[in-house]
């Protein structure tokens, strides 16, 4: 039977940054990706946090465009401008293939058309059986470490997964649909130097967010809805909506082409536990996803490198490494994702709540910067900052009745 130090399920930013970051270091490295060319299939708007590409040594000519605006709309339409970074947007196809690339050029294998199937425990080790697409059998290989980095369709049931399960984790799925807009001349000259952001409810009442981030050569234009929900529904949402982004930013532009694609993404709570005997699970099938805007790739990526130190860190020992893992997930993230979700719970039970917030974020430059910042990074001085911010918005919902 194969056999590998670190096996890694899925070979997206989280699963190709573990792979590139263990493999660097010496440990033999093994990626299983269900798709025949890695990132062809990922629906994104991939927008990138300031950064990014210094934070994780990428090359900057994956960005398409750098983004100093953000643009938060409310359920009025009424537009706020916070000043961002700037941001960035590239798209998955170029993100995940230059990350696997990068870690295949320090040794890790990537082996696509490998489609995960079950894992038990055995001997200390974890044996993981996959379907080989492309020989059309199914292959055994243990690992001392596996790294679970599947997106948001892992739902890690049943008895092996142990204490990794988790019971809601369907309630945190939304369901979401976007179009890549080919334009026959350029949208408005601020389309390219903006992600906008919309927060307003739906036909039936549902919270819907919305985007529009630009690239090269097309506008990413999309929405999310928490739930299941009817597709003809969803079309006709975001029918609506493109229109409207239409009318400010491309109103005398010919459409060339539309590329509709549609996936889950996750906006619940982290998993409350991310490993457990050498099986670490990391980005959004850890639930590392931010539930006010959707950013994942960054706490992806982020939860790659940590799973690539524990396992280096911690070489003979799985559960030492599991401990490893989950607390630097933890102490980096896990307080900020929480409190994300209860935010948007919070905004979306009233939702003028959105306007009042964005209002707030757009003429306190600090507070969006403060908030941009991991726990982690936070001085006692900002912690006090966003505590003031934190009672200014609630005596302001509470006049407005928000
Ligand atoms: C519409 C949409 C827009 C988004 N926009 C943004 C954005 O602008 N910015 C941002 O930061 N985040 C965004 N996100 C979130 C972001 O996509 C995720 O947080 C990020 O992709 C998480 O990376 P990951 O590596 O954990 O998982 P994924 O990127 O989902 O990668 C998982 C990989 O695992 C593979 N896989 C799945 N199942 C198996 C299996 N059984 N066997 C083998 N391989 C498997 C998949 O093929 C895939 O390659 C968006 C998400 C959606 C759906």
Redesign the pocket.
């Known amino acids: 039977m194969e056999s590998v130090d670190f096996l890694v ?7 190709a940054t573990a792979a590139r970051e263990a493999a660097r270091r010496g440990v033999a490295t093994l990626v ?4 025949s060319v ?1 990132g062809c ?8 946090r300031p950064g990014f590409c210094e934070t994780f040594d990428l090359p900057r000519s994956i960005v398409h465009c750098d983004t100093p605006r953000l643009a938060l709309f409310d359920a009025d339409a009424i537009e706020y401008e916070v000043a961002f970074g700037p941001g960035h947007t590239t798209t998955r196809e170029e993100l ?1 293939s230059v990350l696997a690339d990068l870690a295949a050029h320090e040794g890790a294998e990537v082996r696509t058309r ?3 199937r079950t894992l038990r425990r055995e001997n200390g080790r974890t044996l993981v059986e996959y379907a080989d697409r492309a020989a059309g059998v199914r292959r055994r290989v243990t690992a001392r470490f596996v790294f679970f ?5 892992a739902q890690l049931e049943g008895a092996s997964f142990g204490a990794l399960a988790m019971a809601d984790w369907r309630e945190g799925l939304l369901t ?1 649909l ?1 179009y890549r807009v080919y334009l026959d001349r350029a949208a408005a000259e601020i389309a390219y130097r903006t992600l906008e952001l919309h927060y307003y409810l739906a036909r039936d009442g549902r919270q819907i967010v919305a985007w529009m ?1 630009p690239k090269r050569d097309h506008l990413a234009i ?1 929405l ?1 809805v928490m739930g299941k929900i009817d597709a003809a529904l969803l079309r006709t949402e975001l029918d609506s909506f493109t229109q409207r982004v239409r009318s400010r930013l491309y109103p005398n532009s010919g459409v060339r082409a539309v590329k509709t694609e549609g ?3 996750y906006g619940g709570m982290p998993r409350p536990c991310a490993a457990e005997g050498g099986v670490l699970v ?4 850890a639930g590392f ?1 931010d539930a006010t805007n ?5 706490e ?1 990526a982020m939860s790659g490198r940590f799973a690539a130190d524990a396992v280096v860190s911690a070489r003979n020992d799985a559960q030492r490494a599991s401990e490893r893992y989950a607390s630097a997930t933890g102490r980096r993230f896990r307080r900020r994702l929480l409190h994300r979700v209860q935010i948007m719970r919070y905004l979306e039970r009233r939702p003028r709540r959105f306007g009042q917030l964005f209002e707030q974020l757009a003429r306190t430059p600090r507070l969006a910067e403060v908030l941009l910042k991991e726990d982690c990074e936070r001085t006692m001085i900002d912690r006090l900052y966003l505590y003031q911010q934190a009672l200014r918005f609630g005596a302001r919902t509470i006049a407005g009745r928000g």
């Open positions: 399920v899925g070979c997206g930013p989280a699963g299983l990706e269900r798709d890695v299939k990922r629906v994104c708007a991939a927008g990138l995940d490998a489609l995960f980095a599947c997106g948001a369709t979401t976007q981030f999309g999310g996936h889950l993404l990391g980005g959004t099938a996803v959707g950013e994942g790739i960054f992806a």
